[in-house]
């Protein structure tokens, strides 16, 4: 029973940590989205998809924000719960 504790604990832990980190690397930054990365596609894609602009609440604009403002504590306790859920799988 200890050994799920401890992997739900690292997973959340893990998972809390890494979102920034990813989030970066796809190129949602601090400064906007970063030019030539998975994030302007994706950009570019809603904004096709929805006739020249993203649309407010959708999966870029809340990574969007998340990236240039940081991760807020509801979304980190959600990613906590996810991470800890898939650490006890182990």
């Excluded at 979102?19 to 970063?34: D, H, K, R």
């Amino acid at each position: 029973m200890w050994a799920r504790v401890g992997a739900a604990t690292a997973g959340a832990v893990i998972t809390i940590a890494a979102a920034p980190v990813i989030l970066g690397a796809v190129g949602f930054t601090s400064a906007g989205i970063a030019g030539g990365s998975i994030a302007a596609s994706m950009m570019s894609s809603a904004a096709i998809a929805n006739g020249g602009g993203v649309a407010a609440g959708s999966l870029v604009a809340i990574l969007q924000s998340a990236g240039a403002a940081g991760i807020s504590v509801a979304a980190k306790l959600g990613l906590g719960a996810a991470g800890a859920f898939i650490g006890a799988l182990f």
